[in-house]
């Protein structure tokens, strides 16, 4: 069964860094796009970031470029999101998704572009 947990949300005040991280199991992602969405409250989930497969490339919302940074270590079929300099407005549900077998140059950015879907974890940042 092919899952992804993430992990690492919490309440952060402005300023502040959370790391998050998401696990992968049931199969191999070393070879899947892996991005990270959110969804605030009343609003459609949005794009925030994606590694690609080699983890060498990454693109970014230009909301949160320069201040998170996602990464991902293959061997430990885990993908990170380094959220730097938290603002109020960064406050909602993050996910991370796969890309099934992916390893185009490829900045994929709509959720229905993803195979698989981890729960969520949220990220409240107090002002």
């Known amino acids: 069964q092919v899952q992804l947990v993430e992990s690492g949300g919490g309440l952060v005040q402005a300023g502040g860094s959370l790391r998050l991280s998401c696990a992968a199991s049931g199969r191999t992602f070393s070879n899947d796009a892996m991005g990270w969405f959110r969804q605030a409250p009343g609003k459609e989930r949005e794009f925030v970031a994606v590694?690609?497969?080699?983890?060498?490339?990454?693109y970014y919302a230009d909301s949160v470029k320069g201040r998170f940074t996602a990464s991902r270590d293959n061997v430990k079929n885990t993908v990170y999101l380094q959220m730097n300099s938290l603002k109020p407005e960064d406050t909602a549900v993050y996910y991370c998704?796969?890309?099934?077998?992916?390893?185009?140059?490829?900045?994929?950015?709509?959720?229905?572009?993803?195979?698989?879907w981890g729960q969520g974890t949220q990220v409240t940042v107090s002002s």
């Open positions: 998704a796969a890309r099934g077998l992916d390893r185009s140059l490829i900045f994929y950015q709509r959720p229905r572009e993803y195979d698989y």
């Open positions: 590694v690609l497969w080699s983890g060498g490339v990454t």
